[in-house]
């Protein structure tokens, strides 16, 4: 697990974090961090997924809802994230908490999503 919360951390997560592989948490919420989601940050063991209250924008990588069928855990609250609600987040099975409120999301709810 990595938990980066609650400092003043800038800048972007690395493009390529193959050390993160093995990974259940990737947590770096309550930072100054920005720029995109690179897509290595996720693999079949996260599980927990806590990105809230930066400056993150753009839309989710595909990645998150294939690369990632366990995730239980997701926290993007508090960014700029932007399109439609992604209809994956119905792929995601174990699904126990979803915070995406605070973003740029527009559309309507994807059904999948219950």
């Known amino acids: 697990s990595l938990y980066l919360n609650n400092n003043n ?3 972007t997560i690395p493009t390529s974090p193959e050390n993160l592989s093995k990974l259940t948490t990737f ?11 690179p897509s290595g940050i996720f693999h079949p063991t996260l599980r927990n997924l806590d990105l809230d209250d930066n ?10 809802f294939t690369s990632s069928l366990g995730l ?5 609250g508090g960014n700029a994230f932007e399109g439609t609600v992604p209809k994956g987040f119905g792929n995601l099975t174990n699904m126990k908490l979803l915070y995406i409120q605070n973003n740029k999301f527009v559309g309507t709810l994807p059904p999948e999503l219950f």
Do not use: Q, W, Y
Not at 27 to 37: F, K, L, Q
Not at 72 to 76: E, G, H, Q, S, V
């Open 9 to 11: 951390l800038v800048g």
């Open 27 to 37: 947590s770096v919420g309550n930072n100054g961090m920005d720029g995109t989601i």
């Open 55 to 64: 400056n993150f924008h753009g839309t989710l990588p595909s990645e998150m």
């Open 72 to 76: 239980a855990n997701i926290d993007i």
